[in-house]
């Protein structure tokens, strides 16, 4: 079997076929007579192998490292288990990176629809990107936040009185938070999206909170309440974060 008909065969193209070759993950004999390269079935094997561990997020330098293991004749699966944990971790947290940068910018082109245009200063380029401030960022997503479970709550089957009622109650809540003391703690030793979700549960269970939220892109903890700052601090300490600044 030709490079050619490898790739018709897997449905990928004969580059695909040619890269896993010039890196030996598949090993095809040169014909001697018309200097082609011939696969076998167990090249067959490999490359859909090598496809379907791609579809589930391995690199390419893992898939190398399990097929050395199997040609070992060793068991992959503990490796194979090792690194699909890693690989996980990795696109949680590029998940994670990537749901926040989509608030940020929801908010943003909420922020600047009403902002007025200016022409560049000495010292501004512009101000609708550098009065745009993660701290600011993060009051407004707690806040929309808020309303969208709200709206979570309440949904299903209401008459136009509960949606009244419902768009009040709303209000009413981003009012309260808003009135409320905030305190942006920059929280150190969180890098995935189980650290968040441990911090913003230790920070809502100090008495007087009424919410917490974390950015991992920021490292920047946001909490609204009237509660006393070193309480913060001692609650995250408890779960093994630490804050290296608060105000």
């Not at 097929?67 to 590029?94: F, N, W, Y």
């Not at 979570?152 to 009413?172: A, R």
């Not at 030793?189 to 911090?199: D, F, P, Q, W």
Request: glycine content about 6%.
């Amino acid at each position: 079997m030709r490079v050619n008909q490898l790739a018709k065969s897997l449905s990928v193209t004969p580059d695909t076929v040619r890269f896993y070759t010039r890196i030996k993950v598949l090993q095809p004999v040169k014909n001697k007579t018309n200097g082609y390269h011939e696969y076998s079935e167990k090249d067959v094997s490999r490359l859909r192998f090598v496809l379907s561990a791609r579809q589930l997020g391995f690199s390419v330098d893992d898939i190398q490292e399990i097929l050395g293991q199997a040609d070992m004749k060793k068991s992959p699966c503990p490796t194979v288990r090792r690194l699909i944990d890693q690989r996980l971790h990795e696109t949680e947290q590029r998940y994670l990176n990537m749901v926040q940068l989509r608030e940020r910018m929801v908010l943003a082109v909420k922020d600047w629809s009403d902002k007025p245009d200016k022409a560049p200063t000495g010292d501004v380029i512009c101000h609708l990107i550098e009065e745009f401030t993660p701290t600011v960022f993060e009051v407004n997503m707690m806040v929309e936040q808020t309303n969208e479970i709200g709206g979570k709550e309440k949904s299903g089957g209401c008459c136009c009185s509960d949606k009244v009622q419902h768009q009040t109650e709303k209000t009413d809540r981003t009012t309260q938070i808003s009135d409320l003391p905030l305190h942006t703690l920059v929280v150190k030793g969180a890098t995935c999206g189980s650290c968040v979700a441990k911090i913003e549960r230790a920070l809502q269970s100090v008495a007087g909170v009424e919410e917490a939220r974390m950015n991992l892109s920021t490292e920047t903890a946001i909490v609204s309440g009237d509660v006393a700052t070193k309480s913060l601090i001692s609650a995250l300490a408890n779960v093994g974060f630490s804050v290296v600044k608060a105000k």
